[in-house]
Antibody, heavy 120, light 106 residues
């Protein structure tokens, strides 16, 4: 079936880096984009940006430039989010979600979320 | 930057109708979507393109978008409808979420 499966929870120290993966299955990956969404503890959803599955080109939302990198593996079926120089305020659940171009159709399949905790 | 505003909370009695609003400048000129996030779960898309329901979403869930306000209506509210509802739109190739509305069925 159509699903996005994310990597497991991470506990990191400030200054570390973390890589979260999102593996797609059950559909033609190049027909959809991968999106990344952050949810800080007790807070709402925050869109981080997306990656074009045909070109591998990433686009970052305001506030997610510099320390955040989206990438795809060589098969284009696994997307990754890497965050460097982690700060305690990066503590959140990170979701990947697929969308067909333009987002008017919404993000119809979501991963289970990956909890990243940054603490000394 | 574009903003969407939702009420923080809405309460409804079982079997009654709940409405959740989402306000944004000229929102009806953009497509709106809605998501339900139950406690401890990933968000689920429940409305896209203003009024469309994905497969598996019951007909008692409906929505509209007019002027500056998109409205989600839940008829015959049930305990399973409890959770956080988020509206979403996109503007200038940027996706925006509303702050979320906690729906309580009691």
């Amino acid at each position: 079936q159509v699903q996005l499966v994310q990597s497991g929870s991470e506990l990191k120290k400030p200054g570390d880096s973390v890589k979260v993966s999102c593996k797609a299955s059950g559909y033609t990956v190049t027909s959809y984009t991968f999106n990344w969404v952050r949810q800080a503890p007790g807070q709402g959803l925050e869109w981080m940006g997306w990656i074009n599955t045909n070109t591998g080109n990433p686009t970052y939302a305001q506030g997610f430039t510099g320390r955040f990198v989206f990438s795809l593996d060589s098969s284009f079926s696994t997307a990754s989010l890497e965050i460097s120089s982690l700060k305690p305020e990066d503590t959140a659940v990170y979701y990947c979600a697929r969308a067909v171009g333009g987002w008017s159709y919404g993000m119809d399949v979501w991963g289970q979320g990956t909890t990243v905790t940054v603490s000394s | 930057s574009y903003e969407l505003t939702q009420p923080p909370s809405v309460s409804v009695s079982p079997g009654q109708t709940a409405t959740i609003t989402c306000s944004g400048d000229a929102l009806d000129e953009k497509y709106s979507c809605w998501y339900l996030q139950r406690a401890g779960q990933s968000p689920v898309l429940i409305i896209y393109r203003d009024t469309k329901r994905p497969s598996g979403i019951p007909e008692r869930i409906s929505a509209s978008n007019s002027g500056n306000t998109a409205t989600l209506t839940i008829s015959g509210a049930q305990a399973m409808d409890e959770g956080d509802y988020y509206c979403q739109a996109w503007d200038s190739n940027t996706v925006v979420f509303g702050g979320g509305t906690k729906l309580t069925v009691l």
